[in-house]
């Protein structure tokens, strides 16, 4: 099998925090369910196969247009879905890696709809406008167990000169609106590097 290839490298800055938080849930709970909203190429997709998610009790259920955001339209990402499963394949994981093409609005619906059982960590790292990360964040919750952990990608990320950004297109302010509403059904967890914003399913 070829190595994996990537072009991008979004989740190395992340891989402290998810280290962190996945190594101890993995003590009590050894086949882990995991929802990546937002995969692109699978980097942290093979991560997870490579450190956390390695029997074949482990799921991880991947959605992704495979069209890239709206701030990936100067890339050439034609062949994005099967970079993804490539990849995926080049590790000969006996994890089940589930692929839903898709908007994530539909594909969390349909993961609602399916009573897909929950899971026990959420990347959420897919549209970056604030209406699609709250619709997200809200969905992604339902599936997410009590217990469990989710992760707000780019919490604090902007792609424009500070000061004349359009926050609705920005993740901040909708993982905000989120967790002031669901304040009394979650946690922020404290002491992880701000980039990524994980909250604690009560
Ligand atoms: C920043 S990348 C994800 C990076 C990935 N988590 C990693 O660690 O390499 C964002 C991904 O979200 C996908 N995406 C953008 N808008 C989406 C939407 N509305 N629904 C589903 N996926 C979307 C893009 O195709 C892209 O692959």
């Known amino acids: 099998m070829p190595a994996p290839t990537f072009t991008q490298d979004w989740f190395s800055r992340s891989i402290p925090g998810w280290q962190f938080l996945l190594s101890r849930m993995i003590q009590k709970t050894p086949h882990l369910r995991v929802l990546e909203v937002g995969v692109f ?16 009790e482990s799921t991880i259920v991947a959605v992704d247009t495979f069209q ?12 994005l879905m099967k970079q993804f499963e490539d990849n995926i394949a080049s590790f000969g994981s006996s994890a089940k890696v589930d692929v839903r093409a898709g908007t994530s609005l539909d594909q969390l619906c349909r993961l ?15 549209s970056h406008q604030a209406a699609d990360v709250l619709g997200d964040a809200v969905l992604a919750f339902q599936l997410l167990k009590p217990g469990g952990v ?14 004349t950004e359009n926050p609705l297109l920005l ?8 967790t002031t509403i669901y304040s009394q059904k979650l946690r922020i967890l404290p002491n992880l590097p701000l ?5 604690q399913k009560h």
């Open 195 to 199: 980039y990524q914003l994980y909250i």
């Open 150 to 163: 989710m992760a707000f990608d780019d919490y604090i990320w902007s792609p424009m000169r500070p000061g």
């Open 41 to 56: 190429e699978g980097r942290s997709t093979c991560w997870l196969l490579e450190n956390f998610c390695k029997t074949p």
């Open 112 to 126: 609602i709809a399916e009573n897909t059982p929950q899971f026990d960590f959420i990347s959420v790292d897919a």
């Open 171 to 178: 993740p901040k302010v909708a993982i905000d609106a989120f």
């Open 68 to 79: 890239g955001g709206v701030e990936h339209q100067s890339m050439e990402l034609g062949g």
